[in-house]
């Protein structure tokens, strides 16, 4: 296999105006191609009434293009990127929830909170709450770590993504569809 039909984890950011069915419209190109989506998040980004769409799927180079340029035909959708890990940096937040006996009970369970670099958010008599911040392998090996102290709870986060790139494209594409009206 070459790089273009190569299955690898792509990620696309979506810039999208604030309108109910946006997200509906773009999961369903993933559907359509049969593309399961491995994690997703959406909220406001830096731009006034612009809200930004992140979704992973694992899929080939030429099928993720094809979906970006789908994308981008919907009427609310601004603009659509594909990019791989080395272009972004990214980070997905984990939180677990273990019986605070056991933290208690057991010296080891701190180090392993430590060693992973996760903090606690909060204590209660009943339950501890853990958050980690990291890469997914990361808030995966933790879970490991966790399982055998009685994971209560546990929640993850999707990807929530900057670029590399020292421009925001999206905001320079919007202040030039300003200049030309």
């Not at 105006?17 to 191609?33: C, F, H, K, S």
């Not at 009970?105 to 430590?114: C, P, Q, S």
Request: hydrophobic share 40%; glycine share 2%.
């Amino acid at each position: 296999m070459n790089d273009m039909t190569e299955k690898k984890l792509f990620t696309v950011s979506v810039f999208a105006e604030n309108a109910v069915g946006v997200l509906n419209q773009v999961t369903a190109i993933y559907t359509r191609r049969c593309i399961n989506i491995e994690s997703i998040t959406a909220s406001a980004c830096s731009i006034p009434g612009v809200h930004k769409f992140t979704m992973t799927a694992f899929s080939d180079r030429v099928t993720m293009e094809k979906v970006v340029k789908q994308i981008e035909k919907r009427i609310d959708v601004i603009k659509a990127f594909l990019y791989t890990d080395d272009d972004i940096v990214y980070q997905e937040v984990a939180l677990y929830k273990v019986p605070t006996e056991k933290l208690l009970a057991e010296k080891h369970l701190e180090w392993i909170i430590r060693k992973h670099s996760a903090r606690i958010l909060e204590i209660t008599p009943e339950y501890t709450v853990i958050e980690k911040t990291g890469h997914r392998d990361e808030t995966e090996s933790l879970f490991e770590a966790l399982k055998r102290y009685d994971i209560r709870q546990f929640a993850r986060s999707g990807r929530v993504t900057i670029t590399k790139d020292p421009v925001e494209y999206v905001t320079a594409l919007l202040q030039e569809r300003q200049q030309d009206q």
